[in-house]
């Protein structure tokens, strides 16, 4: 199974990115997938999470302005950003809990590459 991430870029204060995210490989089934962030020399931050029915969580930081979404037909994950502010430079991870197939129902945790999002006064 892997998780690859696209999307990141610079975008001036105020603007607008979508990050994306693909799961592959031999997958029975997706629960909980997430967005992290880490900026350097801090521990990787929860930023959002969806569950696989849909319920979804933020970070205070980012209620309001960022909105997860999934696909579950494609094992795919979306991070809508918007009113991207200076503080939101960093990289972003995805991650996801996977049921391989032929696991016997194990749940697995898997990370994606990080993607860099930049955010310019």
């Known amino acids: 199974v892997q998780l690859q991430a696209s999307g990141g870029g610079l975008v001036q204060a105020g603007g607008s990115l979508r990050l994306s995210c693909a799961a592959s490989?031999?997958?029975?089934?997706?629960?909980?997938m997430n967005w992290f962030r880490q900026a350097p020399g801090n521990q990787r931050e929860l930023v959002a999470a969806v569950t696989g029915r849909g319920t979804t969580r933020y970070a205070n930081s980012v209620k309001g302005r960022f909105t997860i979404s999934r696909d579950n037909a494609k094992n795919t994950v979306s991070l809508q950003m918007n009113s991207l502010k200076v503080e939101d430079t960093v990289v972003y991870y995805c991650?996801?809990?996977?049921?391989?197939?032929?696991?016997?129902?194990?749940?697995?945790?898997?990370w994606g590459q990080g993607t860099q999002v930049t955010v310019s006064s």
């Open positions: 490989g031999r997958i029975f089934s997706i629960n909980t």
């Open positions: 991650n996801a809990d996977v049921i391989p197939v032929g696991s016997g129902s194990g749940q697995f945790n898997y």
